[in-house]
């Protein structure tokens, strides 16, 4: 009987020490978790935007590959110029690029809302090498299901004047 007792007694205490030992367990754990946090918070998240039309990054700083460099727009849209563009978009592009709705291409509407107007004179001029070595492009052909843009073989200003109605869509 004695035995009995003391047994359940030790089995008690047992239960009672594992009890201890799990709490304190779980507040290590925590406390782990909390170091955790504490180490991750201060490591810089890089925001990624997408473009509502594609689901594309959106990185206006990059000017892609091509031979457009540099190029400063003037904040007043140049409307001789864009209509000009229109024309060269309308015998060019127009098969492809609905101005306002995907169709075979993205719709130019808001393009300079997410891509750079270096960037945007690069795709023109330079489809090939854009799609090959432009992470953006590389997507934007993905998302096209791989269907290449084509080089309409543009003139640097025919492309600039195209670049010019856009800013009027
Ligand atoms: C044969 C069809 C076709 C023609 C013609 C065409 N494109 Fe494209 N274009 C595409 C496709 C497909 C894409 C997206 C996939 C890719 O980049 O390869 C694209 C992408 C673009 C982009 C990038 C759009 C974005 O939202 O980032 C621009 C800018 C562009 N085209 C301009 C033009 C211009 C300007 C012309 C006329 C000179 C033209 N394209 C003619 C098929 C075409």
Redesign the pocket.
């Known amino acids: 009987m004695r035995t009995q007792k003391m047994m359940r007694i030790s089995l008690l205490i047992f239960l009672f020490i594992g009890l201890l030992a799990s709490c304190g367990k779980s507040e290590k754990t925590n406390g782990q978790k909390d170091q955790g946090q504490t180490i991750e918070q201060p490591m810089p998240k890089k925001e990624i935007k997408y473009d509502k039309?594609?689901g594309?990054a959106v990185d206006l700083n990059n000017k892609g590959v091509g031979p457009i460099q540099s190029l400063s727009l003037d904040p007043e849209v140049d409307h001789g110029l864009a209509e000009q563009g229109k024309d060269?978009?309308d015998r060019?592009?127009l098969?492809?690029?609905k101005p306002d709705k995907r169709l075979?291409?993205?719709a130019?509407k808001g393009?300079l809302e997410?891509?750079a107007p270096e960037w945007?004179m690069n795709?023109?001029l330079n489809?090939e090498g854009?799609?090959k070595e432009d992470p953006?492009?590389k997507q934007?052909?993905m998302?096209?299901n791989g269907?290449?843009?084509?080089n309409?073989g543009?003139t640097k200003e025919e492309?600039r004047a195209?670049l010019e109605y856009f800013r009027t869509l």
């Open positions: 039309v594609d594309v060269v978009y060019n592009c098969a492809c690029h075979v291409g993205p130019p393009i997410r891509r945007i795709m023109i489809p854009m799609v953006v492009a934007l052909l998302e096209y269907s290449p843009m084509a309409q543009l492309a195209v």
